[in-house]
Nanobody, 115 residues
Framework: QVQLVESGGGLVQAGGSLRLSCAASGSRLSINTMGWYRQAPGKQRELVAIIISGGRPNYADPVKGRFTISRNNAENTVFLQMNNLKPEDTAGYYC?????????WGQGTQVTVSS
């Protein structure tokens, strides 16, 4: 049974940084595609960043140059380093893992950026 648990969200001022973590269990993170999505109130969930096993990370245009996705395979954890945060980055952030033909989601962690 795959479980994903996010942590690291919180309240930060514009221009600040946060580092989100997603701990995976029940899967081999090193061989799977991992991603971060976000959803703001009243908006659709959108892809933020994705990292494919053995491939280069990809980022949504609004976060390019500010966010970095990385993984620690030994700890089965994926991270999202968020720098120069903006109020428009305020959202619930969700970790996702693709295992075969199944997609698993974490419960989400809230990021709030004040102006």
């Amino acid at each position: 049974q795959v479980q994903l648990v996010e942590s690291g969200g919180g309240l930060v001022q514009a221009g600040g940084s946060l580092r989100l973590s997603c701990a995976a269990s029940g899967s081999r993170l090193s061989i799977n595609t991992m991603g971060w999505y976000r959803q703001a109130p009243g908006k659709q969930r959108e892809l933020v960043a994705i990292i494919i096993s053995g491939g280069r990370p990809n980022y949504a245009d609004p976060v390019k140059g500010r966010f970095t996705i990385s993984r620690n395979n030994a700890e089965n954890t994926v991270f999202l380093q968020m720098n120069n945060l903006k109020p428009e980055d305020t959202a619930g952030y969700y970790c996702t893992e693709v295992v075969g033909f199944s997609v698993y989601w974490g419960q989400g962690t809230q990021v709030t950026v004040s102006s």
